[in-house]
């Protein structure tokens, strides 16, 4: 470094700077000639490789946990019949389908995980160990809207496709939105659409909603969502009070409303949030009150079959809405439950079906590229119709990149036959009921922006 | 200006540049030599090391460091929206705003000591952390996360006639993206220079003076000094520190969440320096490491990773071993740093650095270099860590 003679206690500061200047200089100089010297078109271009690998990161701990888990299911399954093993589920339904159970471009799939915490921090931090130590050509995942915008926002720069898991926020797809992120799950605008006239003619025109909102991107836009299509049906709205994430207790939520004039609750809560608040509302006895003449009545616009599962007994008769329930009769739904029941026991979650669609639909694209190429596998995912994989015909709109499909609005069953029967179907809402123009003003704000190949 | 320190000052200084700066070749074999982990060591050694000038010169053990690292972050990233994308000034305002932030809780907090301190500093942290959760979400964004956005201002690149096209901008160092590997040196650099100022502020009068606080804080006032003062400074360095860590943070990946300023947060860090050896300079730096390499690459395993590296044994013998084993990894990462946090705080009090130092006094004069200089100065540590 320096040729000086002088001891190093004479040293002054200035030296001392100069020094580790030129030593780091030196030390980095070769990495960031090599950044782009991998010689590829892309970023983790698998190449002549016989693998390739794709990056689960879904909540292993904190309030989504439980969606986060019959997540990392579905990937084990759609990883197990894309290289040909099991039954095949969907491969066998899916149309059109490029599928043939020999990997993904004839190359093995393999998979690595982690764990998002339901942080962003978390969850960004594991999607660049998945990007930059184990090469992955895609992530999926997410469980919380929060997470997995935070994700989608990595993945566009670093330039990797991001097939979204479970997010609802209208913000994945709208305010936010990237041109290397998909979503194929429904969002909160959908519910809202879907579920109006369902609860126009089961509770009439008259209501006053109270609103309990989880405090980020997802419940912000729920209830935004909810308030819009209950407001068009003549309802009005009494207060709407966000609430933390995994807040635990929301019993100091709960008694305000027992002395409030509403005379509906709107639980714009997820996974054990919603578990927890629904059951205290129960046991605060809202649904034994009547207000203004009229029963209360509980609405949890984003239902799904596990939480139904932790609520138990108080679901019974609770109106919701879902992307997807294992009861449906179609080819692809009955394929994917059939697999899904024999290797885990138990029937998917809507969470572990889009993973699963998601996986598969990604599979589907690169097939039909041709390559691993981010921006042809966006090209080739962009304005795609595709049908048998359980919601019916099914586009991935390109403005927006978001699927357009029916939607259930379902009720928590009265008499359940097993312990996994607990939510009946109302009514499968056509697609063109909750469709939005691409910049429709929940929606807008945000620009896709230009695919980024990362290399 | 060196006479007291003398030549195993810069021996270890040196020792340490070069482990930093080579620790892409080094931790290649760990399967940790990737970008942003190493990023992550690097910040959080930064942040270790800023809060062992509060815990290991003075005994005061903040518990609510974190709040300091998330306005550091929400610092930065709202420079980034209105100034500029250059990290330099990000970096500048993140310091100031969490040294601001620092002497006004410092103020309150340091009038009273032991327990009391350590709760309320807590308190502020966790009065921060719900502000910045849900009350300020204008300034925070909540749980989301402060992000940028394609219609930021930002005035000085403006001005300059860069302009955000299609994509995001991302930051960068004079036109050096600091995402990635160049973020390593980066933040490698800084960790540096900060290992500098602690070092020569634990040899300093002022060092000294801290230190004496430390062992008998009473017996200080009856001589004369107002120890206050000595505190709060030390309590702002440190505070200066952490928003510097998080001010890297966001060098690294331009995103600020609420949760970098929860109480676990700042429980990991007090975590960090006792396991790396509270009172010594590098201590906090390898319990910094330790941590962050267990969740990062102990969280990832899976049963199919376990069963792929068990697969030598027989099956039946297999198939306990990977279950057993698979409580310890994945989720259960948490598990096994417990366990590591306990051994090494009943067998090993005064941290790795204590382990370092026993092996080194067991071999004689074969010590490594950077040890060497640690055991000479902390002769008295581990009485705090208790």
Known sequence: ?455 | MNKSSGLSDWVLFFGFAAVVLTMPLWLAPFGAAYPDLMQKFAIFGVFAIGFNILFGLTGYLSFGHAAFLGAGSYAAIWSYKALTMNVVPAILFAVIVAGIFAFLIGYVSLRRSGIYFSILTLAFAQMSYNLAYSVLTPITNGETGLQLTLADPRVLDAMVGIEATSSLPLPNFFGIITTGIPGFYFCATVLIIAFFISLRIARSPFGMMLKAIKSNQTRMAYTGFNTRPYLLWAFVISGMYAGLAGGLMAVTDPLAGAERMQWTASGEVVLMTILGGAGTLVGPVIGAAVIKYFENIFSAFNKAELQQIFSALPDGLENIVVSVASMFVGKGWHLTLGLLFMIVVIFLPGGIMEGVRRIGRLMGIGKKPETQPVSVANSQQGQANG
Request: glycine content about 12%; proline content about 4%.
């Open chain 1, 1 to 455: 470094m320096s040729n000086k003679k002088t001891p190093l206690s004479t040293w002054t500061r200035r030296d001392v700077l100069k020094a580790s200047a030129a030593s780091t200089a030196i030390a980095g100089a070769p990495m960031f000639f090599s950044r782009h010297a991998y010689g590829a078109d892309f970023l983790n271009n698998p190449g002549d490789g016989k693998t390739v690998t794709l990056g689960f990161n879904v909540p292993q701990s904190g309030a989504y946990a439980d969606e986060g888990a019959d997540e990392l299911r579905a990937f084990e399954l759609a990883v197990e019949h894309l290289n040909g093993g099991g039954d095949g589920g969907m491969l066998n339904t899916m149309q059109p389908g490029n599928l043939k159970g020999n990997g993904i471009l004839g190359k093995k799939v393999e998979y690595v995980t982690g764990d998002t915490q339901t942080k962003s921090d978390a969850a960004r931090a594991s999607a660049k160990r998945m990007i930059e130590k184990d090469g992955v050509v895609m992530v999926s995942g997410g469980s919380s809207s929060g997470v997995a915008i935070a994700v989608q926002g990595l993945c566009q720069e670093a330039g990797i496709i991001f097939m979204a898991g479970l997010t609802h926020s209208n913000d994945t797809t709208g305010k936010d939105k990237k041109a290397n992120g998909f979503r194929h799950f429904f969002n909160g605008y959908m519910s809202g659409a879907a579920l109006g006239p369902v609860l126009e003619k089961a509770y009439g025109k008259d209501r006053r909603a109270y609103h309990l909102t989880a405090d980020y991107t997802w419940g912000w836009t729920q209830e935004q969502s909810i308030q819009a299509s209950t407001e068009n049906i003549g309802w009005t709205t009494e207060q709407k009070v966000l609430t933390p994430v995994g807040a635990g207790d929301f019993s100091q939520y709960i008694t305000p409303i027992l002395n409030s004039d509403a005379d509906t609750l709107i639980l714009n809560h997820y996974g054990k949030d919603m578990i927890n608040s629904l059951t205290q509302a129960v046991q605060f006895g809202l649904r034994d009150k009547s207000v203004n003449g009229k029963d209360f009545q509980i609405i949890v616009p984003l239902y799904s079959r596990l939480m139904a599962q932790g609520a138990a007994e108080n679901v019974k008769g609770i109106y919701g809405s879902t992307n997807w329930h294992w009861s449906l009769q179609d080819e692809g739904s009955k394929a994917f439950v059939k697999s899904f029941g024999a290797k885990f026991g138990n029937p998917p979650s809507q969470a572990a079906h889009t993973c699963y669609v998601q996986t598969l639909l990604y599979a589907d694209a690169a097939e039909r590229a041709g390559t691993f190429e981010p921006c042809q596998i966006a090209k080739a995912l962009e304005g795609h119709k595709f049908d048998g994989m359980g919601n019916g015909p099914t586009e991935y709109r390109a403005e927006d990149h978001q699927c357009f499909k029916d939607v259930l609005v379902v009720k928590g069953k009265e008499n359940p036959s097993s312990q996994f029967d607990l939510l009946e179907i109302v009514e499968v809402t056509p697609r063109a009921q909750v469709e939005y123009a691409p910049d429709h003003e929940m929606f807008a704000g945000g620009d896709l922006g230009s695919c980024n190949n990362g290399a």
